[in-house]
């Protein structure tokens, strides 16, 4: 396959962002309640190293079983039913999958539950306790289990508290090597590292017109049409 040119690919970024604004500017955005903000939260914390789809279908599962807001639970007890959870099957797309990590997940999820309810009354009094979103990235970065820079931010992006942070993936990472703005494709595990590569993409953000939460949003999307249009081409 012939990968589109560096032109191509930051004009779709463009376009997709342009529609990313225009949708969530005119939208009237649902009340982000606390049991889906625990679903956002867990969702953020399944998906590292783990398909998107699969760990979105965990955290619906855990959403509906309610136990993240059952506040007599003790945390052994909640570790063990949400493992038992993660180790039953996922039927996504008619194919039948299975969450890598139920055990290592669930004693992350049971931490971060347990570190909330000691800061605050839940998430939604969590979040609107801090002071600013660099605070907030701080907090969960340093006391939600499972949570590095990128999954912290995706979070706060996610739930509308900020589009002011970049969640840099590894589809984000490939589209600044492309543009030439980073040259390091190793994860940044130093928030040193990461705000800096956080700054150069805001200031490409910038020239798009949009947050760099949008930014980074459409350039999820490109890649991830651009990857699956190559696996199909790959497989003919």
Known sequence: MVLPSPERIRHAVGVVGAEIDRQLSTGTPQPW??????????????SSQVPYETAQAAAVRLEASGLFLEEEVAPRDLEVALAELLRCPFDIDGASRRYRFPDSRARQLTATVVEVRREAKGLSDLLGSFGDIEMARGWFVTNAKGLG??????????????????????????????????????????????????????????????????LDWAVWIVMRVMNAKEMKEQAE
């Open 33 to 46: 309640t606390e049991s889906r903000l625990w679903t956002e939260l867990a969702c953020c914390v399944l």
């Open 149 to 214: 820079p990128k999954q912290a931010s995706m979070f706060l992006r996610n739930v509308g508290a900020s589009y002011d942070l970049a969640v840099l993936d590894r589809h984000l990472i490939n589209y600044m090597m492309m543009m030439g703005l980073t040259a390091d494709p190793k994860p940044m595990r130093r928030m040193a590292d990461y705000r800096r590569d956080e700054i150069v993409l805001k200031d490409h953000a910038a020239g798009f017109g949009l947050p760099v939460g949008f």
